[in-house]
């Protein structure tokens, strides 16, 4: 949340939170935030899609791009293709509408474009995306900017979905070198060390068997309850991870995640 809202704050020369709609952004925001650690999808849907009917009545993109950007998610999340497509082609308007081209706002849309496309089996067309968002984020970010980490790990998972292994362990790479240096950045790195073991199998099948296990075990440490905040991100990575920690024969610490997500969500 905070590193969008900032993003269009600064990217349409807001320097007050009040101002073009900016609180309200915020507010959206923070109730989002409610839901989506809660797991309620459904009170999220109707919260985003509220939002959206006011921005295009009162015409505030910056509103609109918000909205849009976090929909891409929802609908790619649930598995809803078609309302993911089109929360993509209206998202790519609203930029063009706002004049944000070749901006970091910009460049975030199109990584969250280009994760909708991953996710339903489009994987050039994400491809070229994520190298787009790459280039604008590499000129204007930090290199120790978190968005830099969660694109390098998106596009090595497209390339290893090609195939094109040696750059998807280039990115990998890249994405740990900011994530295992940031503060409560464990459960991120975790799910890089899971993305390396799926691709180091891809790679070489059986003959990387002990090297991906090697991966799982790391991932096994960083997401350790006892060392981690126990917040929504914690939970969602938990969820997200289970299965594959199963995939590799890691049942017992499957189920304590598992159980850990559970608790988080639920409030206890």
Known sequence: MDDFFKELQEENGLTSRKKSGVNEIERMFLKLDGFLARNDYAEAEKLLRYYLSEAETDGSFQMRIAVLNELMGLYRKLGRREDAYSAVEKSTAAIAAGKLSDTVTDATVSLNAATVFKCFGEDEKALELYEQARIIYERELIPTDERLAGLYNNEALALTSLGRFKQARHFFNNALEIITKKENGAPEAAIT??????????????????????????????????KNLRDGNYAFVCEKCAPVFERYGYFDFAEQIKKESERIYEGS
Request: charged share 20%.
């Open 193 to 226: 060390y899971l993305n390396l073991a799926d691709m180091t199998v891809a790679e070489s099948g059986e003959g990387g068997a002990l090297q991906a296990d090697e991966y799982v075990q790391l991932a096994q440490r960083l997401l350790n309850p006892d």
